[in-house]
């Protein structure tokens, strides 16, 4: 079936340094690719999403890019701060969404 | 935004017991409501899809008569845990679109049941 694959699982770096999060679906129906930041106990909060006709998308210190060939999008967090800790989602929509596994990032002070 | 209000935050119910889940869409109408289950330190593993005046579609793995979904109306889905167990216990989450299929999930807040 369907799968997201989410990688690192846990990602720690200095505030102020760049992370990376990247996720590689299977199913070439998909076309809508959103990601979700998730603090202890609250609901997930959309940060930033890209369509299958787009290939990058930015917002302030936020970035994600999109690979169709390869199956294949990234989140991209510059100048990471204190308030980034969080666990990351990535979402893939075919016919249904599917999560990735997440993320933990750490950001060190 | 689109709001989703998801009720009650918590609760705590002894085994044998059912606990009913209210997710309503505040501000929009959702033909389609989403149900989720979290564990901790988990990703988030989708339940069933909650359909307005139709049966609920379930996920491969998820008991219909252990979990009952009522789409009662555009803005209301509920989820009852029947006959609880220990292993019940966790964080269910819904979410709700507001537009188009391919539209952001906007995500209620979630109940963490605990079943003693």
């Known amino acids: 079936g369907e799968n997201v694959e989410q990688h690192p699982s846990t990602l720690s770096v200095q505030e102020g340094d760049s992370a990376v999060i990247k996720c590689t679906y299977s199913?070439?129906?998909?076309?809508?690719f959103p990601w979700y930041k998730q603090e202890l106990g609250k609901r997930p909060q959309l940060i930033i999403d890209?369509?299958?006709?787009?290939g990058e998308k930015k917002d302030q210190r936020i970035a994600v890019t999109l690979n169709k060939t390869a199956k294949h999008f990234s989140l991209h967090i510059t100048e990471t701060q204190p308030e980034d800790s969080a666990v990351y989602f990535c979402?893939?929509?075919?016919?249904?969404?599917?999560f990735g596994a997440g993320t933990r990032l750490f950001v060190k002070a | 935004g689109a709001v989703v209000s998801q009720h009650p935050s918590r609760v705590i119910c002894k085994s044998g017991t059912s606990v009913k889940i209210e997710c309503r869409s505040l501000?929009?109408?959702?033909?389609?409501m989403f149900w989720y289950r979290q564990f901790p330190k988990k990703s988030l593993m989708l339940m069933a899809t909650?359909?307005?005046?139709?049966?609920?579609?379930?996920e491969q793995g998820v008991e219909k008569d252990k979990f009952l979904i009522n789409h009662a109306s555009l803005t209301l889905s509920t989820l009852t845990v029947t006959s609880a167990h220990p292993e019940d216990s966790s964080f269910y989450i819904c979410?709700?679109?507001?537009?188009?299929?391919?539209?952001?999930?906007?995500f209620g807040n979630g109940t963490r049941l605990t079943v003693t």
């Open positions: 909650s359909n307005e005046g139709s049966k609920a579609t379930y």
């Open positions: 199913d070439s129906a998909s076309n809508y």
């Open positions: 979402a893939a929509w075919g016919f249904k969404t599917i």
């Open positions: 979410s709700a679109r507001e537009g188009a299929d391919n539209s952001p999930l906007h």
């Open positions: 501000d929009f109408q959702a033909t389609t």
């Open positions: 890209i369509r299958s006709n787009v």
